[in-house]
């Protein structure tokens, strides 16, 4: 299964809704283009919704990384939603659990970006 | 195979099948067929570097002890030993690097092999085993 992202903005806060598989090839390179244009749109609130995100490899990761530093490098700030226990494992092992603001409830998600 | 991301996708796919077949519960089919595309993808990419001449070949052996997965490129060659730690404080941040660490974190057992000229990786995966490498 491809992977496919879709935005919608909430109180000021992109939530960018994410489905599939995020690996090496075009699920990596979706989501670099989707916050490329976000940023690019001056949207530096994002929130990742990984929910339907079925399957994650260690490029998927690293772009995941790569998209943290890059907003924050701008000013900005990139917070993860719903994540499956397939991606939370992998984030608890490669110790970026720590690292990411994450959340279970978008509601609890789009408020944290004001604190 | 070829050295091409179908390669490294069908090669994760015969994981997941071969590790059910073998007996493997859902999750260490996930964290075996993860194992074995992680290290496709650095056969494929940083041993062959996509070059069409060069090819890949994945082994699996399944007995009663668990399962085995060969993987073979025609690359330059690797050191393992010399990449660098990803949970270091300075590479937590890195864009890359987890391929490997990945790899020896789903499966019990990782040995690389140097060929003349490539790279082989033996992965094994035992039966039974999920409960040990959590505790």
Known sequence: MTMKASTRQVNGVTIVDLSGRITLGEGSVILRDTVRDLLGKGQKKILLNLGDVSYIDSSGIGELVSAYTTVRNQGGDLRLLNLTKKVHDLLQITKLYTVFDVKDDETTAVRAFAS | ?135
């Not at chain 2, 090669?11 to 493997?24: D, I, M, P, R, Y």
């Not at chain 2, 300075?90 to 490997?100: A, D, M, T, V, Y």
């Open chain 2, 1 to 135: 195979m070829e050295s091409t991301l179908d390669s490294v996708n069908r090669a994760e796919e015969l994981a997941n099948k071969v590790a059910g077949e073998s007996g493997f519960d859902e999750d260490e089919r996930h964290r075996i067929a993860l194992a074995v595309r992680e290290a496709t993808v650095n056969a494929v990419y940083h041993g062959n570097h996509y070059d069409p001449k060069k090819k890949i070949t994945v082994g699996f052996e399944s007995s009663g002890v668990g399962l085995t997965v060969t993987i073979r490129d025609q690359g330059t060659g690797m050191v393992p030993e010399e990449l660098p730690d990803p949970l270091a404080p300075e590479n937590l941040l890195r864009g890359s690097g987890r391929g490997i660490f990945l790899i020896r974190a789903f499966m019990d057992e990782v040995r690389f092999r140097t060929l003349d000229p490539g790279t082989e990786i033996t992965l094994v995966k035992r039966r039974g085993s999920a409960e040990h490498k959590e505790a």
